[in-house]
């Protein structure tokens, strides 16, 4: 057996050289003999390469067939035709393999014939022309050279007959809840579906069957379309769709929802005018286009001008108040509708009119008490403690709040400093300062701030501390 199986030739050997190929087996004994010496003058013309040596395999009378095809088996059947598929024999041997021969013959006899008039050349064939109902064996042949192999037969007779499949609605998913369309659109819907021998489909509404003027129905073996060219109000509703495969059937439900404009509001009042403002009220459409409504849209026009403009849109309740409306003027007010397919075409509009009268105004001051802003004397910042040296000058700062306004006293050891020139006062928007000029050693002690008038007085103190300067080295040397 070769490592690899040698490929199936295109040209095949007719039979009557076949038979003249058998006729010198029974006598092998030339191939012992030293002919090929002799011969291989006319091996030697490598000119011809490896095609010759096949050929010439014929001339020695040793060529053998193949070994018989494996794994023979039915791929599929229908009513009258039957596939089936092999595998190349394990032996093929130097020759090749020129093809196959697929032989049947009806189940209780041995009549075999061949269904192929050319050898097969692949490992699948399909028998075709065969009777619904009959039971029948098959075999294959390989045949090369050699001749013809042994064959592989089907281990049980075939039924031809289509294989029975479970018939199975395939429903898309955006079918499976609801499909919505507008009136007048093209309903175009495929609904695909396995099953063998080809389903049987049938479609319903209500339980009763499809108008051909309104809804077509074309089917194939795969899948099933339903179409409405232009869809209308009636279309909408439950359909079914019905497969059956001999015994076995599948439902599915499709439901068609056709929708389109809603009509106006039944009707619009207006039930109050106070100051800049009206209430509406109105009543839900009679036609709500097959759909629920969404939401209303108000408007509004002044009888001067006649101009509409929207003050509500999406608005969900059935009443509204309008405001900010202009004193003097006459109002006429209307409500459209509204659903997923849009804003009805008319609106219901207020029969009576709103006017916005016009009032006197006249201006009344508020009463208005004034505040007492009469107030102790309080400081808000304290004097600091302080230290500084003779003869440079320094400053406390202090700050008070009161009213009427305090008078401001500064005291050196609880003695009033008066209008002293060493010291200098000052008071501006309740900053009160004192400043120390050129301090010498008598001016340390406590200084006191006093602020008072007609409501109390407050009084703060600080400790100034006056030190004598460094001395340098130099000096005391």
Same mark, same amino acid.
């Given at each position: 057996?070769?490592?690899?199986?040698?490929?199936?030739?295109?040209?095949?050997?007719?039979?009557? =050289?076949?038979?003249?190929?058998?006729?010198?087996?029974?006598?092998?004994?030339?191939? /012992?003999?030293?002919?090929?010496?002799?011969?291989?003058?006319?091996?030697?013309?490598?000119?011809?390469?490896?095609?010759?040596?096949?050929?010439?395999?014929?001339?020695?009378?040793?060529?053998?067939?193949? #070994?018989?095809?494996?794994?023979?088996?039915?791929?599929?059947?229908?009513?009258?035709?039957?596939?089936?598929?092999?595998?190349?024999?394990? !032996?093929?041997?130097?020759?090749?393999?020129?093809?196959?021969?697929?032989?049947?013959?009806?189940?209780?006899?041995?009549?075999?014939?061949?269904? *192929?008039?050319?050898?097969?050349?692949?490992?699948?064939?399909?028998?075709?022309?065969?009777?619904?109902?009959?039971?029948?064996?098959?075999?294959?042949?390989?045949?090369?050279?050699?001749?013809?192999? /042994?064959?592989?037969?089907?281990? +049980? /007779?075939?039924?031809?007959?289509?294989?029975?499949?479970?018939?199975?609605?395939?429903? /898309?998913?955006?079918?499976?809840?609801?499909?919505?369309?507008?009136?007048? =659109?093209?309903?175009?819907?495929?609904?695909?579906?396995?099953?063998? &021998?080809?389903?049987?489909?049938?479609?319903?509404?209500?339980?009763?069957?499809?108008? &051909?003027?309104?809804?077509?129905?074309?089917?194939?073996?795969?899948?099933?379309?339903?179409?409405?060219?232009?869809? +209308?109000?009636? $279309?909408?509703?439950?359909?079914?769709?019905?497969?059956?495969?001999?015994?076995?059937? $599948?439902?599915?439900?499709?439901?068609?929802?056709?929708?389109?404009?809603?009509?106006?509001?039944?009707?619009?009042?207006?039930?109050?005018?106070?100051?800049? *403002?009206?209430?509406?009220?109105?009543?839900?459409?009679?036609?709500?286009?097959?759909?629920?409504? !969404?939401?209303?849209?108000?408007?509004?026009?002044?009888?001067?001008?006649?101009?509409?403009?929207?003050?509500?849109?999406?608005?969900?309740?059935?009443?509204?108040?309008?405001? %900010?409306?202009?004193?003097?003027?006459?109002?006429?007010?209307?409500?459209?509708?509204? *659903?997923?397919?849009?804003?009805?075409? #008319?609106?219901?509009?207020?029969?009576?009119?709103?006017?916005?009268?016009?009032?006197?105004? %006249?201006?009344?001051?508020?009463?208005?008490? +004034?505040?007492?802003? *009469?107030?102790?004397?309080?400081?808000? !910042? #304290?004097? #600091?403690?302080?230290? !500084?040296?003779?003869?440079?000058?320094?400053?406390?700062?202090?700050?008070?709040?009161?009213?009427?306004?305090?008078?401001?006293?500064?005291?050196?050891?609880?003695?009033?400093?008066?209008?002293?020139?060493?010291?200098?006062?000052?008071?501006?928007?309740?900053?009160?300062?004192?400043?120390?000029?050129?301090?010498?050693?008598?001016?340390?002690?406590?200084?006191?701030?006093?602020?008072?008038?007609?409501?109390?007085?407050?009084?703060?103190?600080?400790?100034?501390?006056?030190?004598?300067?460094?001395?340098?080295?130099?000096?005391?040397?």
């Amino acid at each position: 057996m070769p490592s690899k199986p040698a490929p199936i030739k295109k040209a095949a050997k007719k039979e009557p =050289e076949k038979k003249e190929e058998k006729a010198p087996e029974p006598a092998p004994e030339p191939a /012992p003999e030293p002919a090929p010496v002799e011969e291989a003058p006319a091996e030697a013309a490598p000119a011809e390469g490896e095609a010759p040596a096949e050929g010439a395999a014929p001339a020695e009378g040793n060529v053998e067939p193949t #070994s018989a095809p494996v794994d023979l088996f039915v791929e599929d059947k229908n009513d009258n035709s039957v596939t089936i598929i092999w595998s190349q024999p394990e !032996t093929i041997g130097d020759s090749g393999l020129d093809g196959y021969v697929i032989e049947v013959c009806k189940d209780g006899t041995e009549d075999w014939k061949a269904v *192929n008039e050319d050898l097969q050349k692949s490992s699948r064939y399909v028998i075709k022309n065969q009777t619904t109902g009959d039971r029948l064996k098959i075999r294959v042949v390989a045949v090369n050279e050699g001749g013809r192999s /042994p064959p592989v037969t089907l281990p +049980e /007779p075939v039924l031809v007959k289509e294989v029975a499949d479970r018939p199975k609605i395939r429903m /898309p998913r955006f079918l499976r809840q609801r499909y919505v369309a507008h009136v007048g =659109e093209k309903v175009n819907l495929t609904i695909p579906f396995t099953g063998k &021998p080809k389903p049987e489909v049938s479609w319903t509404k209500k339980g009763a069957a499809l108008d &051909p003027k309104r809804v077509n129905i074309r089917s194939t073996e795969r899948d099933s379309i339903l179409f409405i060219r232009s869809a +209308e109000r009636d $279309d909408s509703g439950v359909y079914e769709m019905c497969l059956k495969v001999e015994g076995f059937e $599948d439902k599915v439900s499709l439901t068609l929802q056709i929708v389109e404009l809603p009509g106006p509001p039944a009707s619009v009042k207006i039930v109050d005018t106070w100051g800049f *403002n009206v209430a509406l009220e109105w009543t839900a459409p009679k036609d709500n286009g097959n759909t629920e409504i !969404t939401g209303y849209t108000i408007q509004k026009a002044d009888k001067k001008t006649g101009d509409w403009f929207t003050v509500l849109e999406h608005y969900h309740r059935l009443n509204a108040t309008i405001s %900010d409306l202009i004193m003097g003027n006459t109002y006429k007010f209307r409500v459209f509708s509204e *659903n997923k397919v849009g804003m009805s075409e #008319s609106a219901a509009v207020t029969k009576e009119e709103a006017k916005i009268l016009k009032t006197g105004i %006249d201006y009344k001051p508020l009463e208005y008490k +004034e505040h007492d802003f *009469n107030e102790a004397p309080k400081f808000t !910042t #304290s004097l #600091s403690d302080r230290a !500084t040296t003779v003869g440079y000058s320094t400053k406390l700062l202090c700050s008070v709040r009161g009213f009427p306004k305090p008078k401001i006293e500064w005291m050196k050891n609880q003695m009033i400093i008066g209008d002293d020139p060493k010291f200098r006062q000052i008071c501006v928007q309740g900053i009160c300062s004192l400043e120390i000029r050129k301090p010498g050693n008598f001016d340390g002690g406590v200084y006191s701030c006093r602020a008072k008038n007609d409501h109390g007085e407050a009084i703060i103190s600080c400790k100034l501390d006056v030190k004598q300067p460094a001395v340098p080295d130099a000096d005391k040397k």
